[in-house]
């Protein structure tokens, strides 16, 4: 973003970074410049629209109904200035630039760092930045370009998301190698409520295909609990008699270690997890987000058909 300081006003890009952070003094310290100069530029932002970009909330700052607005605007430009960039970079034939990566957890615990590693020592001069989130949040920060490539499970079908490549994956249960389950090859769902469950919570994609057969239980599970973490309801599984559920993505290490069994879940009525690698239908990849792409989908065909 560098190269944004010619062309645009310091206010803009210091808006962004406040909306991002949440502060102005955490907003400053990641620009590395003075929390007045921040302070000053959001001051002279509201006075020139006339409105109040944040409300005062405490300590802290949430962004208004107008910075909204602002803000969505912002990113546009910016975005499309840093795709410009690179595509003049792409002229004069340079191995550089920045791709920024959305990703689910499990993809990041399982495949992405041997892809980063094995990515930089093919390309050295392009710069990764992996933020790891929510199914949900991949996809609204691969519509907005706030991110080049997502890798995410079930997206939704909007006009702004492209799916490059996906892979059905079958959800099965997860247990400690001493759990009664870790006998069978095969079980139920029913099977598994005989036992304490460590349930997805709303915002993995997990949670709306295993509310598929709990939604059709006459009443709910006798002992669980619900947990926004893939790698906490593993934990749950390892030490205690819980049984999670999970794709084979991500627990390979813990299952080869002899740490966790993954038993495959027969009922018919659950579906397969659709991992997906996104990009953004309404733009065009510049080079080294493309060349990460090829990459990345090259290491999830090989990662896949080896588990």
Not at 115 to 121: D, V
């Amino acid at each position: 973003m560098e190269r944004a300081h010619t062309l645009y006003s310091p206010a803009l890009r210091y808006f962004v970074a406040v909306a991002e952070y949440g502060s102005i003094r955490e907003a400053a310290r990641q620009l590395n410049i003075a929390s007045s100069a921040v302070n000053r530029q959001i001051l002279s932002l509201e006075e020139e629209f006339g409105v109040q970009v944040f409300e005062r909330v405490g300590r802290g700052l949430r962004i208004s109904e107008a910075g909204e607005l602002l803000l969505e605007h912002a990113r546009t430009v910016l975005s499309d200035f840093e795709a410009v960039s690179e595509q003049l970079d792409d002229l004069r034939g340079i191995k550089q630039g920045i791709v920024r990566i959305a990703s689910v957890e499990s993809v990041a615990d399982a495949v992405l760092p041997d892809l980063t590693q094995s990515f930089h020592e093919s390309y050295p001069g392009i710069t990764l930045e992996v933020t790891i989130t929510s199914s949900e949040k991949v996809s609204r920060m691969i519509s907005s370009a706030e991110a080049h490539i997502g890798f995410t499970f079930n997206p939704p079908d909007h006009d702004s998301l492209r799916e490059m490549v996906g892979w059905e994956l079958k959800v099965g249960a997860v247990v400690a190698p001493e759990h009664p389950l870790a006998r069978k090859d095969r079980c139920t769902f029913q099977d598994c409520l005989k036992y304490p469950l460590a349930l997805p919570a709303g915002n993995l994609s997990l949670a709306r295909i295993i509310d598929v057969p709990l939604s059709k239980l006459k009443s709910k599970p006798k002992s669980f609990i619900k947990a926004n973490s893939l790698r906490f309801m593993r934990s749950m599984a390892r030490k205690s008699d819980y049984v999670t559920f999970q794709t084979i993505l991500g627990i390979e290490a813990e299952r080869k270690a002899g740490l966790l069994a993954h038993i495959e879940l027969v009922d018919r009525d659950i579906p397969c997890d659709r991992l997906v690698v996104l990009t953004n239908a309404t733009r065009q990849l510049s080079q080294a987000p493309s060349i990460f792409a090829r990459h990345a989908e090259k290491a999830l065909r090989d990662y896949i058909s080896l588990n």
